[in-house]
């Protein structure tokens, strides 16, 4: 038996030329490689799963009218995107980017940065929201009046869970 340190992986010993050796490989764990966030001292118990938060926001938006057109789930590479959907309101359409963070630490501005270019693929009157289990900095709040995002924080998120449609969707679009 090999003592292997923690975040390195045994290889088996192979020959190159007349050589033998034995290889150790620093790696990182599997949910290093899908996840960006550090979910060593994660309890499930406590914090809502990024995935199920997702599923979470996803509901919320249906509450709140918006019919969802996409939903990007590729670890990482959604281009800070994660639900698209469309609000039908008396002036006709109105399309939806949302961003989820279901993050312990304070949602910064390179997340509203990365909003903001994201929307550059989208038409031109599609708005911005972020929903984090966490909450926003204080310039990431500015930024996001500047461009007219909506923020919705743990704490807010989780009040808003039992208003009604209406009531729900007066609290987060009107």
Not at 47 to 54: A, L, S, Y
Not at 71 to 91: C, H, L, M, Q, S
Not at 113 to 133: A, E, F, Q, W
């Given at each position: 038996?090999?003592?292997?340190?923690?975040?390195?992986?045994?290889?088996?010993?192979?020959?190159?030329g007349n050589l033998?050796?034995?290889?150790?490989?620093?790696?990182?764990?599997?949910?290093?490689?899908?996840?960006?966030?550090?979910?060593?001292?994660?309890?499930?118990?406590?914090?809502?799963?990024?995935?199920?938060?997702?599923?979470?926001?996803?509901?919320?938006?249906?509450?709140?009218?918006?019919?969802?057109?996409?939903?990007?789930?590729?670890?990482?590479?959604?281009?800070?995107?994660?639900?698209?959907?469309?609000?039908?309101?008396?002036?006709?359409?109105?399309?939806?980017?949302?961003?989820?963070?279901?993050?312990?630490?304070?949602?910064?501005?390179?997340?509203?940065?990365?909003?903001?270019?994201?929307?550059?693929?989208?038409?031109?009157?599609?708005?911005?929201?972020?929903?984090?289990?966490?909450?926003f900095s204080s310039?990431?709040?500015?930024?996001?009046?500047?461009?007219?995002?909506?923020?919705?924080?743990?704490?807010?998120?989780?009040?808003?869970?039992?208003?009604?449609?209406?009531q729900l969707k007066?609290?987060?679009?009107?």
């Amino acid at each position: 038996n090999q003592n292997i340190q923690k975040g390195y992986t045994y290889v088996k010993p192979h020959e190159r030329g007349n050589l033998k050796h034995r290889s150790i490989y620093r790696s990182r764990s599997a949910l290093q490689l899908l996840y960006s966030e550090d979910l060593t001292n994660y309890d499930s118990k406590k914090r809502v799963q990024w995935f199920q938060f997702e599923r979470d926001v996803e509901s919320l938006m249906k509450k709140i009218g918006l019919k969802i057109m996409d939903k990007i789930a590729d670890f990482g590479g959604d281009g800070g995107i994660d639900i698209y959907g469309v609000e039908a309101n008396k002036d006709g359409y109105r399309n939806w980017a949302v961003q989820c963070k279901c993050w312990t630490k304070n949602v910064g501005t390179e997340v509203i940065y990365k909003l903001i270019g994201s929307l550059s693929r989208y038409p031109n009157d599609t708005r911005g929201m972020v929903v984090t289990t966490s909450s926003f900095s204080s310039n990431a709040i500015k930024l996001s009046r500047e461009n007219n995002f909506i923020l919705i924080d743990g704490k807010k998120f989780l009040e808003i869970q039992d208003l009604s449609n209406r009531q729900l969707k007066q609290s987060i679009l009107d």
